[in-house]
């Protein structure tokens, strides 16, 4: 298992950007398919987007669709998160962490990072 940080995370009004990076302390990050996943209060972790290690497909949770990119640079060893026009409902605990899929479903079998704070407010 590759120990992943998160980062990027702030505070940004409604229709801004950020983005968020995955950083793996070693080199072996390309070898795994990376999930973003955000728990917001009140609500349950969901996966928001996914890059595939063996391909780079993606996968998008439909309220996201459009708005965010997932991307890795390999080369940094790094899996990124662009966000755009923000949404206050996009106001969430950001994760990266290696990510399995069954049917349409994504999960994660390893504990979790501290995660970024991402707030969306005027």
């Known amino acids: 298992q590759v120990p992943l940080v998160e980062s990027g995370g702030g505070l940004v009004e409604p229709g801004g950007s950020l983005r968020l990076s995955c950083a793996a302390s070693?080199?072996?990050?390309?070898?795994?398919?990376i999930g973003w996943f955000r728990h917001a209060p009140g609500k349950e972790r969901e996966a928001i987007s996914c890059?595939?290690?063996?391909?780079?497909?993606?996968y998008y949770e439909d309220s996201v669709k459009g708005r965010f990119t997932v991307s890795r640079d390999n080369a940094k060893n790094t899996v990124y998160l662009q966000m755009n026009s923000l949404k206050p409902e996009d106001t969430a605990v950001y994760y990266c962490?290696?990510?399995?899929?069954?049917?349409?479903?994504?999960?994660?079998?390893?504990?979790w990072g501290q995660g970024t704070q991402v707030t969306v407010s005027s």
């Open positions: 070693g080199s072996g990050l390309l070898y795994y398919t």
């Open positions: 962490n290696l990510a399995a899929s069954y049917r349409s479903t994504w999960f994660s079998r390893h504990s």
């Open positions: 890059i595939s290690a063996r391909d780079g497909s993606t």
